[in-house]
């Protein structure tokens, strides 16, 4: 979760709209084994 806010914050958009085109970009900066340990982390069976 670090990682996406940090990337976010940086990114400083101004518009949820261009807030969600950036998370849109961003996924890509993501393995599938960081989605599946942080939903795992957070409590959800990721598998």
């Known amino acids: 979760m670090a990682k996406i ?6 990114a ?3 518009t949820v709209g261009a807030l969600w085109d950036k ?4 996924i890509d900066a993501f393995t599938p ?3 599946v340990n942080y939903f795992t982390a957070a ?3 990721a598998t």
Do not use: S, V
């Not at 998370?23 to 961003?26: E, F, M, P």
């Open 23 to 26: 998370i849109g970009l961003l």
């Open 5 to 10: 806010k940090t990337l976010l914050r940086k």
């Open 12 to 14: 400083a958009e101004q």
């Open 43 to 45: 409590g959800y069976d």
């Open 33 to 35: 084994a960081e989605c």
